[in-house]
């Protein structure tokens, strides 16, 4: 027998072996006669919507694109209010966008790392480098030239992570 008609042959009873699974599955779970065409139409139109090239963009995940923020400062200070901390690295500000720069205004997702309150451990004044919490945010976003201002109004906190031990 030829490779083709073998090929279509397995094919065929995989494809028969699959239908007669998921009708058997579909009758034992709700103890009820199944819609056969309903169930074939269901899995053709699924099949059929993942190939739509309309919908490829929203299948396909992508990097997001790491953004450079003209406007530092006052993110750091609203960050540094909204989180209720006590200061924001300028360095760790990194913000990230999936929408295109043709989009005007677009989203934007901002972490940055923070700084907590003085310690003190058995009477001594402990001042750390390290940071104490990284924060997680959305804003929107515009374009001015090669960098982007954000829109410090729009800014809302997503989370506050406590990384310090």
């Known amino acids: 027998m030829p490779k083709i008609i073998k090929f279509f042959l397995i094919l065929f009873l995989f494809i028969g072996f699959f239908e007669a699974g998921l009708i058997s599955s579909y009758t034992i779970v709700t103890s009820k006669v199944p819609n056969v065409k309903g169930l074939i139409d269901l899995q053709v139109e699924t099949i059929s919507n993942l190939f739509n090239p309309s919908n490829i963009n929203e299948i396909i995940v992508r990097d997001p694109d790491v953004v450079e923020v003209a406007n530092r400062i006052e993110v750091a200070e ?45 009477g001594q004044i402990i001042l750390t480098q390290d940071p104490q919490y990284k924060i997680t945010a959305t804003a929107t976003a515009k374009y001015t030239g090669k960098t982007i201002e954000i829109n410090v109004d729009t800014i809302k906190i997503t989370s506050v992570l406590n990384i310090y031990d």
């Open 78 to 122: 609203r960050l540094k209010f909204l989180a209720k901390i006590d200061g924001v690295n300028l360095n760790s500000i990194n913000s990230t966008t999936y929408q295109s720069s043709k989009n005007d205004p677009f989203e934007v997702s901002i972490t940055a790392l923070g700084y907590g309150g003085v310690e003190t451990r058995s």
